[in-house]
């Protein structure tokens, strides 16, 4: 089954000369953990609520720091026509519970997370992604 199926196609996205306050208001009000960065009609990064707590808070950096120097720039992604199982494994691979989705040429369509995948299966690809990840991360 292609991604496509599963993901969330609707995509709130972030510009990267935006405030981290902008961000973290948008987060809230999506109840999202994470939020695309795009410009120019492409992908650029992402930014997740602990990048803004390492990268920016930490560092002592205020609310209006541009989105540009908390997000991480090197995204990991998927197309919307990978199969499900494949997506699944790469998110256990590398440890990571949402991927951007794009098209093939390479524009953001959507955004698909384990637990989007472990609908699919109860077990195989997605619920082993699931567990390992989980195991990962203490959670």
Same mark, same amino acid.
């Given at each position: 089954? /292609? %991604?496509?199926?599963?993901? %969330?196609?609707?995509?709130?996205?972030?510009?990267?000369?935006?405030?981290? !306050?902008?961000?973290?208001?948008?987060?809230?009000?999506?109840?999202?953990?994470?939020?695309?960065? +795009?410009?120019?009609?492409?992908?650029?990064?992402?930014?997740?609520?602990?990048? &803004?707590?390492?990268? *920016?808070?930490?560092? +002592? =950096?205020?609310?209006?720091? /541009? &989105?540009?120097?908390?997000?991480? %720039?090197?995204?990991?992604?998927?197309?919307?026509?990978?199969?499900?199982?494949?997506?699944? @494994? %790469?998110?256990?691979?590398? @440890?990571? !519970?949402?991927?951007?989705?794009?098209?093939?040429? =390479?524009?953001?369509?959507? &955004?698909?997370?384990?637990?989007?995948?472990?609908?699919?299966?109860?077990?195989?690809? *997605?619920?082993?992604?699931?567990?390992?990840?989980?195991? @990962?991360?203490?959670?």
């Amino acid at each position: 089954m /292609p %991604t496509s199926d599963v993901m %969330t196609a609707d995509v709130s996205v972030v510009r990267s000369d935006q405030s981290i !306050r902008d961000a973290a208001r948008l987060m809230a009000d999506l109840d999202a953990g994470v939020v695309p960065v +795009g410009e120019n009609d492409r992908l650029v990064g992402m930014l997740t609520d602990r990048d &803004i707590t390492v990268r *920016a808070v930490a560092a +002592g =950096k205020g609310p209006d720091t /541009p &989105i540009r120097e908390a997000m991480t %720039t090197e995204v990991r992604y998927c197309y919307a026509d990978e199969d499900c199982a494949a997506v699944a @494994q %790469t998110m256990g691979e590398l @440890q990571i !519970r949402r991927l951007p989705v794009l098209d093939r040429d =390479k524009r953001l369509v959507g &955004i698909v997370s384990l637990g989007d995948l472990s609908t699919l299966y109860s077990s195989g690809s *997605a619920g082993s992604a699931l567990g390992y990840v989980s195991e @990962q991360s203490g959670s």
